[in-house]
């Protein structure tokens, strides 16, 4: 089961929540088929300066505060395009992993469990407002997986994840498998479909690689290392996760 890191990388629960709150803020779903879609059977809690309050009550304020899209944002360091310009904001958001931003504010996943997501507002000041991410189109991120998983492919094999990891060769063998429903509003392409799925596995192959192998000393260059040969493999994904947890009707 991928760990709340997984699901960070893979865009959730962040990347849901801006794809189906944009979804009922343009009228393509209801707002309970929105809201049940974000929350699923787990409490969602939001946290700011006055308090704590369901994020149904958050997701119903968002018209009333002028909200039309929100973007998820999946902020590293060295790397916080797409969120506005509050270094409070970007060093809450890198700490995160991920981030919800409108144009009045910004959602922070704080914790998640089995049974509850906590989450943290942040209101902005006005005017901040953030630059879109950069978005490619489907087909030219999804070819930009093919050419990352390829040149990532001896990085793997050298860190000899099979042994310590059995479950990465079916990871990376069922990359072009049928594409598995991500959670994405039904009006969505199914190459995005596709495309997050693909990212989704590859995002726990990321996890395990950059993970110490069971009883294996590692030392802080070789992991600088490590880290350095799989970048391209990693901004990838974040650049199609994004993209697609991002992606709007034409």
Same mark, same amino acid.
Do not use: I, K
């Given at each position: 089961?991928?760990?709340? /890191?997984? /699901?960070?990388?893979?865009?959730d %629960? ?19 088929? #929105? ?8 409490? +969602?809690?939001?946290?700011? #300066? ?27 360091p ?5 969120? *506005? ?12 992993? @991920?981030?919800? =931003? ?14 509850t997501?906590?989450?943290? @507002?942040?209101?902005? %000041? ?6 879109? *991410? ?8 999804s ?8 040149d990532?492919? $001896? ?7 099979? $042994?310590w +990891? ?11 498998? @049928? ?11 199914? =190459? ?5 799925t ?23 260059? @070789? ?13 990838a =994904?974040?650049?199609a ?10």
């Amino acid at each position: 089961m991928p760990d709340l /890191r997984t /699901r960070r990388a893979a865009g959730d %629960p962040a990347g849901r929540l801006a794809a189906w709150a944009t979804a009922w803020l343009g009228g393509r779903v209801p707002y309970d088929d #929105a809201l049940e879609a974000v929350t699923g059977d787990r409490a +969602h809690v939001v946290s700011d #300066a006055d308090g704590a309050r369901p994020l149904g009550e958050v997701l119903t304020s968002l018209r009333g505060r002028g909200e039309r899209r929100l973007r998820l944002v999946l902020p590293v360091p060295g790397d916080v395009h797409g969120l *506005p310009p509050v270094p409070a904001v970007a060093a809450a958001a890198v700490e995160a992993g @991920q981030a919800v =931003v409108g144009d009045t504010l910004v959602l922070l996943p704080a914790s998640a469990t089995s049974e509850t997501v906590l989450w943290t @507002q942040l209101d902005l %000041p006005a005017g901040a407002f953030a630059p879109p *991410p950069v978005e490619g189109t489907l087909r030219s991120l999804s070819g930009r997986l093919d050419l990352a998983v390829g040149d990532a492919a $001896r990085t793997l094999a050298g860190l000899d994840l099979a $042994r310590w +990891h059995p479950e990465v060769p079916a990871l990376l063998a069922g990359l072009s498998a @049928q594409a598995e429903d991500p959670g994405l509003p039904p009006d969505t392409d199914p =190459v995005a479909v596709s495309v997050l799925t693909r990212a989704r596995r590859l995002a726990t192959v990321l996890d395990l690689a950059l993970a110490d192998s069971p009883g294996g000393a590692v030392t802080a260059a @070789q992991m600088a290392a490590r880290e350095h040969a799989l970048r391209p493999l990693s901004d990838a =994904v974040r650049e199609a996760t994004t993209a697609v947890w991002n992606w709007l009707p034409r």
